[in-house]
Nanobody, 124 residues
Framework: QVQLVESGGGLVQAGVSLRLSCAAS????????MGWFRQAPGKEREFVAA????????YYEDYVKGRFTISRDNAKNTLYLQMSSLKPEETAVYYC?????????????????WGQGTQVTVSS
């Protein structure tokens, strides 16, 4: 089992950058495929990005490609999401998630463990 705690959210203006972190504890972090999701008020949780155990393979949803970068530091048991050129419509609670399998999935129900989320608010 792994416990996940997100941080780094906040109130920012459109166009700026922000980096989210997800600290993991419990079983070996490097054994998990990791993902970032987000959920805006009144909307379903949506996939943002995923990364394999080593960091050598990543997968992004089209609407963040070229602006967001997912990465991990297995020595620090930490997952990151570097976000740039943020848009007001990207205001949401951002969640990190872990899954035991090797596939980079975009479906939320494919992930076994979730953090509590961190709020990102982008003002226009």
């Amino acid at each position: 089992q792994v416990q996940l705690v997100e941080s780094g959210g906040g109130l920012v203006q459109a166009g700026v950058s922000l980096r989210l972190s997800c600290a993991a504890s419990g079983r070996t972090f490097s054994s998990y495929t990791m993902g970032w999701f987000r959920q805006a008020p009144g909307k379903e949780r949506e996939f943002v990005a995923a990364i394999n155990w080593s960091g050598g393979s990543t997968y992004y949803e089209d609407y963040v490609k070229g602006r967001f970068t997912i990465s991990r530091d297995n020595a620090k048991n930490t997952l990151y999401l570097q976000m740039s050129s943020l848009k007001p419509e990207e205001t949401a609670v951002y969640y990190c998630a872990a899954r035991s399998g090797y596939r980079l999935l975009s479906q939320a129900n494919g992930y076994n463990y979730w953090g509590q989320g961190t709020q990102v608010t982008v003002s226009s």
